[in-house]
DNA sequence: GAGAATTGTTAGCACCATCTAACATATTGC
DNA sequence: GCAATATGTTAGATGGTGCTAACAATTCTC
């Protein structure tokens, strides 16, 4: 019978550090997703803007090199998002597609949130690229309620 | 005299990329620091909360394997973020208490704002985990301002 | 204080994401 | 159609983030 049983004060201490866990575990599922959401939402953007989606078209809007998006693209190949042909432009799968038009459908509320709240263009689209992969079912709800109401 | 002069179409598309590409990368700077700032954020946490950070409680609240958590506080000492002796807790220096404040501070306006548009606070946490790294100043602002204005 | 339990480190594996250099293929322009 | 240019691939390096297994040090318990 000690003063406070260390035992129950333990119980405490991991219950919350489980939810913590939890959230840290999350986000770093997000973070293994982001960059196949970003290529794919901008492979959609390219095949629909120009008629196709090319390597160094990739690179020069993702800001890197050819041969990074070449090892990427293969990783994407491989998880089934894309099919591609050497020495040919890239094509996504449905699975790929349906993909692509839900990031994008996140990108756009995010961003039209935060030009709702009265932020420039330029720090809105590059804030909005971050974020967009971090944001939940519900959160997204509420941007798209506010944004429409604002 | 062609129709349309393709140098001027390919020199707006060019412009356009390169915004792109420079949201890109501040995009991928933030991915590269995230991590840091989590440890950071923690340590400080646990040294407040319960007098020290130990690598066994990082790990449990991080939901990584205390390997994992070695390895990285090799790399933070590296970085001059933190200082530690072997088999002994994880200290900051004056640089990874300053990062750890300011990761602070964001986190809980990044999550005060979130809970004043109506999200429940354990989604509210969870999304305030991995949003708080994709928040320039600017948007910061204006999250408090809405988050104190309602 | 010795033995048991806990904590921390090291080694080694896997995968990802980036780069440069070198080479292969396609496209373009004359 | 050929030569020059542009594009794409491969190889190999670097560094990050995770894991398990094995071992070492510390701390706890009796
Ligand atoms: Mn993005
Ligand atoms: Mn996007
Ligand atoms: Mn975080
Ligand atoms: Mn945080």
Redesign the pocket.
């Known amino acids: 019978m000690t003063g406070i049983d260390p035992k129950n004060r333990m119980g405490t201490d991991d219950r919350a550090a489980d939810l913590r866990a939890e959230a840290?575990q999350g986000v770093?599922a997000a973070?293994?997703r982001?960059?196949?959401e970003d290529y794919v939402e901008l492979i959609a953007e390219l095949i629909h803007d120009h008629g196709e989606a090319?390597?160094?078209?990739i690179?020069a809007r993702?800001?890197?090199?050819?041969?990074?998006?070449?090892?990427?693209?293969?990783?994407l190949a491989?998880?089934g998002l894309i099919t591609?042909?050497?020495?040919?432009?890239v094509f996504l799968t449905d699975e790929g597609r349906a993909l692509a038009r839900e990031c994008r459908r996140r990108h756009e509320i995010v961003l039209r949130f935060l030009l709702s709240l009265g932020l420039d263009p330029e720090t809105a689209e590059r804030d909005a690229e971050g974020i967009e992969h971090h944001v939940s079912a519900r959160t997204l709800a509420l941007f798209a309620a506010f944004a429409s109401k604002s």
Chains 1, 2 share one sequence.
């Not at 090319?54 to 078209?57: A, G, I, L, N």
């Not at 591609?84 to 432009?89: H, I, L, N, P």
């Open positions: 840290f770093r973070r293994s982001e960059l196949a090319r390597p160094v078209d690179a993702l800001g890197v090199r050819v041969p990074t998006v070449t090892k990427t693209l293969d990783r491989r998880e591609r042909a050497r020495y040919r432009s």
